[in-house]
């Protein structure tokens, strides 16, 4: 009997919102570590909002995924078979492990971990691309100063509640934006936020605006975007001049079709939106963090011990089992998960 | 009988573009500098897009003129009489001297200009605010280097034939974009730009696209952003990763009732925009002129010699009389200037 793993392939391309039918579990055969690789046993998978890009077809920063290949996605979990000098089985690494119960890959491609430093989660969250994500930018590109206003949705996901804690702790106003009651809690008891909005309650833009403004009596000099949609609209005629706008994401427009080839009209207003980024003298920075690795080290040196200290929290929500990766996936896209997302594996 | 002095005032905020009837042409008693003030006799003013902008009543960088209030805007001219104590009769000055035949102010609000070093209309042009605008904007924002692709409107005005000037001495190709087959030669012959074209050619933002493409088979690195409209439609999906858009104007929407309340809509499509400065990770910067003068003194240092070589050409287009001022500032706006346009006043 053959040996086989499980995969999740991308079985069609989105219209809009992603389906179950857009997604097949499958099996296949366990492949064999070729010279220089290993198997790694895949232990958590990290869910994150840029993968709903890789799924359409269209030109972005990185290649679609095909059609009927595997998922991509980091992921945590050991060295199960090694044919590679230097990686021992039993060493827990992180990589591009796919959504799949196993990855064969380059070892030169992984990254060691040490589980002892921290939990091997932290790795897909606070440690990982989702906090380097939030540091970098508000750090690079945002240029933080004590006393300024700054502005951040998804204030409890491993993006915004980076943002909001290092802005904190480097003395700004923190304004968080969230789904629900629970986690504005969150974001304010465990984030440190200074006050948190549930946007629920904002049916648009003109809503949201109203609301910020009043916890923003000194403006805004910093939006980090990372959902765009009405938050954006509210946020963006409260900009003071100078301010800045990092801009890694636009989360409540991936699914929304307004990036489709025939979206657009509604009520959007772009000679007004280029004439505020004018008159504000706004910085607006689209960013990719895997342009900045290089910057890796810097922000582990100044995060890391902050989390071993306790002076950054972190949430995760934790799915079990591959075949419920499709539906956390979807949930991510609506709101519906409660801080990083993962998907517990094996 | 009393001596009295010409200005143009205000007399009603346009609908749209300007009309003779927004304009007051009127005779007022001549002033009498008060201690610390000098009266100057205006030889030169300047007529400058940003002017449109001080008509209206909305909240902007600057205050609107108010309601029957002097024009405003630079100009150069000599003392006639002085009440300043380092300022004589028959001194050449530059300073913001209203739309008027005569100006009394302080003498701490001018700034001397030396007519051997350069023909003093030079302090409203090339060696002036928008010269300055264009090298500050390209080499702060638009961070030029050697190889890179530049596209550039109004390519024949005092910012864009400064843009392309400095960029082209810098090492970059340079594409301009002007009104007409005259001034397409201009920006060739004259400003050495690689290529001009003819916005008169192309209907919408999808025909300007095209156009450009075929003249920038490396894409765009810099888009110096003062015209907007379909020029900026069409030069948008061209950028490269990690283009800079500089963006210190919008003459283009100025007047089309594209910034009123109720403006918006159209075809427009605020998430593609938002979505493509993420993706090509594009860094749009807003500014101001005013914001930065303590650089004013590294430009002329910079560009002074330039030009005293004849490495930088300038061209101006000179109206006779004050009572042309509004015509020949309702043909700036609407592209009929050949070159900066100065109005000679006495």
Same mark, same amino acid.
């Given at each position: 009997?053959?040996?086989?793993? /499980?995969? !999740?392939?991308?079985?069609?391309?989105?219209?809009?919102?992603p389906?179950?039918?857009?997604?097949?579990?499958?099996?296949?055969?366990?492949?064999?570590? =070729?010279?220089?690789?290993?198997?790694?046993?895949?232990?958590?998978?990290?869910?994150?909002?840029?993968?709903?890009?890789?799924?359409d077809?269209?030109?972005?920063?990185?290649?679609?995924?095909?059609?009927?290949?595997?998922?991509?996605?980091?992921?945590? $979990?050991?060295?199960? =078979?090694?044919?590679?000098?230097?990686? =021992?089985?039993?060493?827990?690494?992180?990589?591009?492990?796919?959504?799949?119960?196993?990855?064969?890959?380059?070892?030169?491609?992984? /990254?060691?971990?040490?589980?002892?430093?921290?939990?091997?989660?932290? =790795?897909?969250g606070v440690? $990982?691309?989702?906090?380097?994500?939030?540091?970098?930018?508000?750090?690079?590109?945002?240029?933080?100063?004590?006393?300024?206003?700054?502005?951040?949705?998804?204030?409890?996901?491993?993006?915004?509640?980076?943002?909001?804690?290092?802005?904190?702790?480097?003395?700004?106003?923190?304004?968080? !934006?969230a789904?629900?009651?629970?986690?504005?809690?969150?974001?304010?008891?465990?984030?440190?936020?200074?006050?948190?909005?549930?946007?629920?309650?904002?049916?648009?833009?003109?809503?949201?605006?109203?609301?910020?403004?009043?916890?923003?009596?000194?403006?805004?000099?910093?939006?980090?975007?990372n959902?765009?949609?009405?938050?954006?609209?509210?946020?963006?005629?409260?900009?003071?001049?100078?301010?800045?706008?990092?801009?890694?994401?636009?989360?409540?427009?991936?699914?929304?079709?307004?990036?489709?080839?025939?979206?657009?009209?509604?009520?959007?207003?772009?000679?007004?939106?280029?004439?505020?980024?004018?008159?504000?003298?706004?910085s607006?920075?689209?960013?990719i !963090?895997?342009?900045?690795?290089d910057?890796?080290?810097?922000?582990?040196?100044?995060v890391?011990?902050?989390?071993?200290?306790?002076? !950054?929290?972190? /949430?995760?929500?934790?799915?079990e $089992?591959?075949?419920?990766?499709?539906?956390?996936?979807?949930g991510?896209?609506?709101?519906e998960?409660?801080?990083?997302?993962?998907?517990?594996?094996?």
């Amino acid at each position: 009997m053959t040996e086989t793993m /499980q995969r !999740i392939a991308l079985a069609r391309r989105p219209m809009g919102a992603p389906v179950d039918d857009d997604f097949l579990l499958e099996n296949i055969p366990m492949p064999t570590p =070729a010279e220089g690789e290993v198997l790694v046993k895949v232990h958590y998978m990290s869910l994150d909002p840029y993968m709903r890009g890789r799924m359409d077809d269209a030109k972005s920063y990185a290649n679609p995924v095909p059609l009927g290949g595997t998922m991509e996605g980091g992921g945590v $979990g050991q060295i199960v =078979a090694s044919n590679a000098a230097d990686y =021992a089985v039993g060493d827990y690494v992180f990589g591009m492990l796919g959504w799949a119960s196993h990855a064969c890959l380059k070892a030169k491609e992984l /990254q060691k971990l040490n589980p002892k430093l921290a939990p091997i989660t932290t =790795a897909l969250g606070v440690l $990982g691309m989702p906090g380097f994500t939030g540091w970098y930018g508000l750090i690079e590109l945002g240029r933080p100063k004590a006393g300024e206003t700054l502005v951040v949705a998804a204030a409890t996901g491993p993006v915004g509640s980076m943002v909001g804690q290092v802005a904190k702790a480097r003395g700004l106003r923190t304004v968080g !934006i969230a789904g629900g009651a629970k986690k504005c809690a969150l974001a304010v008891d465990k984030f440190g936020f200074d006050v948190c909005l549930d946007h629920t309650k904002y049916a648009d833009g003109k809503a949201m605006r109203a609301a910020i403004a009043e916890h923003c009596p000194k403006g805004v000099d910093i939006y980090f975007e990372n959902v765009a949609g009405k938050i954006f609209k509210g946020v963006l005629p409260l900009m003071n001049v100078g301010g800045r706008i990092p801009l890694c994401g636009l989360i409540s427009w991936y699914n929304a079709g307004a990036l489709g080839a025939n979206a657009g009209g509604e009520k959007d207003n772009l000679p007004k939106l280029w004439r505020t980024i004018l008159v504000n003298r706004l910085s607006v920075n689209g960013f990719i !963090i895997s342009d900045h690795w290089d910057r890796y080290g810097d922000f582990l040196r100044d995060v890391g011990p902050m989390l071993a200290k306790g002076q !950054i929290a972190y /949430q995760e929500d934790i799915t079990e $089992g591959l075949e419920n990766a499709p539906r956390a996936f979807m949930g991510l896209l609506t709101g519906e998960n409660f801080g990083k997302q993962i998907v517990k594996v094996n």
